[in-house]
């Protein structure tokens, strides 16, 4: 077969449409948005009535052979600005974690309601992260107690720093069943709408992403029926009994299932605001005169800037292979997916910040957007494992060991 990094017609085209959107619409939206620090639901409402926010077009993403389809899209959403992106994708970490466990059944079910529909969107959240169990998602205190004689599971506990916690309209929540067996003992429900007990915090103020919706989660004695549980119980109990056994596989952990198949995309999201930021500096330092001459006539601006888009293009590639690998069923042997989300994370930060340096004071401003850049792309070395986690990752599939 012949081998070929060309874009079918298709993805070109859904790269040009998702870019056009955010030409439109995202950017002239950006400042606004970050400054209210609330959830744009105008342009969740834009993008569901054009088809960008949806359950088909999800499906369909989801749906390339290639698996890098998803990544061509987050990174055109997240190149026109990083708090709306994440508004409108952060409902698909929900899906992802009921594509990761649930049944046929099961996502029929619950994945259009996370989405809505054009006339009322809405928007989901994935709950895994507690205020003592973010990387060490083992020391998780969240509790699922099954009532068998009301085929109910009752979950009680706190989720810290959730997107889209207590505004969803549904709730993935991963709990432990069996905390002997540590992350081995997890599994993750759906918490349908208006479920009584859950509730979330005040929204919390942050650096950046300010309009994507962050909040703790708060689970007191929430009851769920029984088909709540993603993959079912007789499974549950079957992984159970095999963990106990010392036989169970990483794969059946319900979050770090979950974050295998999600990493790529976060890293392609990372890469939007990598490449927004060496764009806008590329354009600036073209236009921009000092001692005579545009600056990128300097060595040290056209080096910089020569350096940040080899790092683009090889990042992306990356990010590519492990989309690839993981929509293939590939084995991440080299903690590929670690690989791309740790590399697109870093040079995110690193090219905001170069960024700024190349404005000079005026990237100090907010009348240009690399400082929103800047403060959005902080968190892509945090959140879903820090880069030090992802380091760890990479260096237990390469050498085999289990280092600490």
């Known amino acids: 077969m012949a ?9 070109r085209d859904l790269r040009d449409w998702v870019h056009g959107f955010a030409v439109d619409v995202v950017r002239p939206a950006a400042a606004e948005w970050d400054e209210r620090e609330e959830t744009p639901w105008p342009v969740i409402r834009e993008a569901a009535k054009i088809g960008l926010y949806g ?12 698996g890098i389809s998803l990544q061509i899209a987050n990174e055109e959403l997240f190149w026109g600005d990083a708090g709306i992106g994440m508004a409108l994708f952060g409902t698909s970490l929900a899906v992802a974690g009921i594509f990761a466990s649930g049944t046929p059944d099961q996502l029929a079910e619950w994945v259009p309601q996370c989405f809505g529909d054009e006339a009322d969107p809405k928007v989901a959240a994935f709950c895994v992260s507690e205020p003592q169990a973010g990387s060490d998602v083992a020391a998780m205190r969240t509790r699922a107690r099954y009532d068998e004689a009301r085929d109910e599971w009752v979950l009680s506990g706190q989720k810290a720093w959730i997107t889209n916690g207590g505004i969803a309209n549904v709730h993935v929540v991963v709990a432990s069943v069996d905390p002997a067996l540590g992350s081995r003992g997890q599994a993750a429900f759906v918490v349908p709408p208006g479920t009584a007990g859950l509730e979330g915090a005040k929204k919390i103020r942050k650096l950046g992403l300010r309009a994507s919706h962050t909040a703790d989660v708060f689970l007191d004695d929430v009851r769920v029926p029984g088909h709540c549980l993603l993959g079912g119980k007789e499974k549950l109990d079957a992984r159970l009994a095999r963990a106990r ?17 999600s990493r790529p995309t976060v890293g392609a999201q990372a890469l939007g605001i990598a490449r927004a930021a060496y764009e806008y500096a590329l354009e600036y330092a073209g236009d921009r005169e000092a001692f005579g001459r545009p600056i990128i006539e300097n060595q040290a601006i056209a080096f910089a800037l020569a350096d940040l888009r080899t790092e683009i293009e090889a990042c992306r590639l990356l990010i590519w292979q492990a989309a690839w690998m993981a ?14 989300k740790l590399r697109a994370g870093e040079l995110a930060v690193a090219a905001s910040e170069k960024a700024i340096q190349v404005l000079g004071g005026a990237g100090y401003s907010r009348e240009h957007p690399v400082e929103r850049m800047y403060r959005d792309a902080k968190i892509y070395t945090i959140f879903e494992g820090t880069s030090e986690i992802q380091r760890l990752v990479i260096a237990r599939a390469i050498s085999g060991r289990q280092i600490r």
């Open 55 to 66: 359950f088909e077009s999800l499906a369909e993403l989801f749906g390339d052979p290639s």
């Open 3 to 11: 081998f070929s990094l060309e874009l079918s017609e298709e993805q």
């Open 327 to 340: 929509r293939n069923d590939k084995v991440f042997d080299a903690g590929q997916g670690s690989m791309s």
């Open 245 to 261: 056994e010392g036989t169970a596989g990483g794969r059946g952990q319900a979050a770090m299932s979950t974050f295998e198949v």
